[in-house]
């Protein structure tokens, strides 16, 4: 974990209300690992006094990008940050994902660009499986010819029917299940990023299976660090639950870990 | 240029330079390692611990305002014996006082916790929080009624030689009481302030932005308020202050020294840059040094009213 000044190599509308940053970060770029996020004060947003963490999307030893949606002030104040500026980072943070299991089949559910979080999982794999990607509509689906090319069935659902299946990512999730019932489900291995709620039905769907879900879970943060104890989820234990910090013990948990 | 003496004592405690950081903005410890160099600080305050294991608030936790935030944790935490067996290991490789925050439920908790951290050589003082506004029992209303302020004190100075500060609450209408009662029972030191009872909804659903529905207020924008207490209690005790509330930049840290503080604690500023605390001992090392001011204790309450 490295705090880093950063430059701001490149920053562009992705696709509607989606935006690209790429930040030359040499120091934390070679560091991150697939499901990792990064925590970013965003410049001129002096009145705020938390960074925003944002999940990385791609990196390497040059330095990483974000894919984001403008939601709040952080966000709407990040996109006037122009090319050459200096960002701040702490990261690369948080537990990411395991790596594929042995024999194991990788499916990713994605709902949105939830699925920039998914891309370095994406590329790690030594195999190259089914991909689940739903959207409210066509312009929430993003990067499928990105997936595509590292080799992975990239199969889209949209509520509104505008790409692909008309529907939710989990109807395609199921119909699938139930066309792979040959499959043994302990050979499957899930990987999933998305709203709450997809995050509930993928990991309901994996104990009932019998096989792993990797949920990326998303809550407020202030420290990023796990100092703070803001983002506490509450994880199964023996006698109950206790409190596990999504920052540090997460990002990434097991759907089996969660009490919901 | 003369190199300015930044030491600071508060009871037997040491402090090399005047810059702690607040309790429960910097974990217990072990977080912020990867980013602060531990020793570099005056000391460390760790998060508040009570005699028992503490599960704390459900979620959401915190808010973020103008220029502050909103928390209501609820001091989750391991127990004093959980704290001792879990995080005093980590501070064996560093020389840097450790300030631990304890609270209680009842007077007889703080005295128990007070006991059980006496025993450990690398707890070096205590910082007594009798004003946490997030607990439903005990909590701010040690804070504010004077009477059962002094019983907190008397408490857990019958129960640990060690140096205790008491962490005073705010929202009081007379500071000068409290800080007078402190120093009367025996207090090392006095901390000022703990956040600022307050409150967020959310005009949507109508709801309370924090799951306690009410939480402490932090961050610059309160800084004017912390001035002011810090400013009053100042006149009337002889005891150490520890000035917190806002701390960002060195020149926020040089205008709490002037207030009549000996010392500082970064708080909500953590969170914004982890780097801050060492770059307020720096900033006031420069400051001091081109001002040519031999001491931080030449500063100290030099305000001029």
């Not at chain 2, 903005?25 to 160099?37: L, R, S, W």
């Not at chain 2, 070096?124 to 701010?140: H, R, Y």
């Not at chain 2, 907190?152 to 609450?169: G, N």
């Amino acid at each position: 974990m490295n705090q880093e000044k950063t430059i701001v190599l490149e920053h562009r509308c992705f696709q509607g209300n989606y935006r690209l940053i790429k930040l030359a970060a040499p120091t934390i770029g070679p560091l991150v690992q697939p499901g990792q996020f990064v925590h970013l004060r965003v410049p001129r947003l002096e009145n705020a006094v938390l960074r925003r963490p944002f999940s990385v999307f791609k990196a390497d030893d040059v330095g990483l990008s974000i894919l984001y949606a403008t939601v709040g002030l952080g966000t709407e104040a990040l996109t006037s940050v122009a090319v050459g500026e200096e960002v701040s980072l702490l990261g690369p943070l948080g537990t990411g994902f395991p790596g594929v299991g042995k024999d194991k089949f990788p499916v990713l559910v994605a709902g949105g660009y939830g699925n920039a979080a998914l891309y370095l999982q994406a590329k790690v794999s030594p195999v190259k499986g089914v991909a689940f990607f739903g959207g409210r509509s066509a312009q929430d689906i993003l990067c499928v010819d990105e997936f595509e090319a590292l080799g992975w069935d990239v199969r889209v659902t949209t509520d509104d029917g505008s790409l692909g299946a008309k529907g939710l990512v989990t109807d395609a999730l199921d119909s699938w299940l139930e066309g792979e019932k040959d499959v043994a489900s302990a050979s499957l291995e899930l990987f999933a990023c998305g709203p709450n709620g997809m995050l509930k039905a993928v990991g309901d769907r994996a104990l009932g299976n019998g096989f792993a879900a990797w949920l990326s879970m998303d809550r407020n943060m202030a420290c990023g660090v796990g100092a703070c104890l803001t983002c506490v989820i509450k994880r199964k234990t023996e006698t109950g639950w206790e409190w596990a910090r999504c920052c540090k013990d997460g990002p990434v948990f097991e759907a089996s870990e969660i009490l919901w | 240029m003369n190199i300015p003496d930044l030491k600071v004592k508060i009871g037997s405690i040491e402090m090399k330079n005047p810059v702690t950081v607040a309790s429960g903005t910097f974990g217990y410890g072990p977080e912020y390692a990867d980013y602060v160099d531990l020793d570099r600080l005056g000391a460390i305050t760790v998060k508040g611990i009570s005699a028992e294991p503490h599960v704390g608030n459900e979620t959401p936790r915190t808010f973020e305002t103008a220029s502050g935030m909103l928390n209501a944790i609820g001091l989750p935490g391991p127990g004093a014996n959980g704290f001792c067996e879990k995080y005093l290991p980590f501070f064996e490789s560093y020389s840097v006082p450790l300030i631990v925050n304890v609270w209680g439920k009842t007077v007889e908790d703080y005295g128990r916790v007070a006991e059980i951290l006496d025993g450990p050589a690398r707890v070096n003082a205590l910082e007594v929080n009798v004003s946490c506004p997030n607990v439903k029992e005990g909590g701010a209303l040690y804070g504010t009624d004077v009477d059962l302020f002094r019983s907190v004190v008397d408490e857990v100075r019958s129960k640990t030689e060690k140096p205790i500060i008491i962490k005073l609450a705010p929202n009081v209408a007379n500071i000068k009481l409290f800080a007078k009662a402190a120093e009367a029972c025996g207090a090392d030191g006095i901390s000022i302030m703990n956040s600022y009872p307050a409150m967020g909804i959310d005009i949507e659903t109508r709801k309370p932005q924090l799951a306690n529905r009410t939480g402490g207020l932090s961050g610059p924008a309160i800084k004017p308020i912390a001035m002011k207490l810090v400013w009053e209690a100042a006149q009337v005790v002889d005891i150490p202050i520890i000035g917190m509330g806002g701390v960002s930049t060195p020149e926020d840290a040089l205008e709490f020294i002037i207030a009549g503080a000996s010392a500082v604690a970064v708080g909500t500023a953590n969170f914004t840059d982890p780097s801050t605390a060492v770059r307020v001992i720096d900033g006031i090392e420069r400051w001091l040094s081109a001002k040519n001011i031999a001491s931080v204790d030449d500063l100290v309450g030099t305000v001029k009213t």
